[in-house]
């Protein structure tokens, strides 16, 4: 898909206008189409911090060891970046 121009108009307030209190700006932007992260990548940022806080819940309440926590930390943040790039 070729990319395309697209315009957005952004209100801002403070207008310079006395009738209304906003001014607009316009941007133009170069629009590829694609989506900024795709829908694994969503899941895996959203799901790597609540593992990370189940760990260490589970280590307050003492089902955890240290060094079983420091690995499930650090593993599920090393296999969501892996994935996260791959994807």
């Not at 697209?6 to 694609?34: D, H, M, Q, W």
Request: glycine share 6%; charged share 15%.
């Amino acid at each position: 898909m070729a990319p395309r121009t697209v315009r957005y108009r952004i209100l801002r307030c403070g207008g310079s206008n006395k009738s209304s209190p906003f001014s607009s700006i316009e941007v133009t932007a170069l629009e590829t189409g694609e989506p900024f992260m795709s829908d694994a990548q969503v899941g895996l940022v959203m799901a790597t911090p609540l593992i990370i806080i189940f760990a260490i819940m589970l280590y307050r309440m003492g089902v955890l060891r240290p060094t079983g926590t420091i690995t499930a930390v650090t593993m599920s943040v090393v296999i969501a970046a892996v994935l996260f790039f791959t994807q």
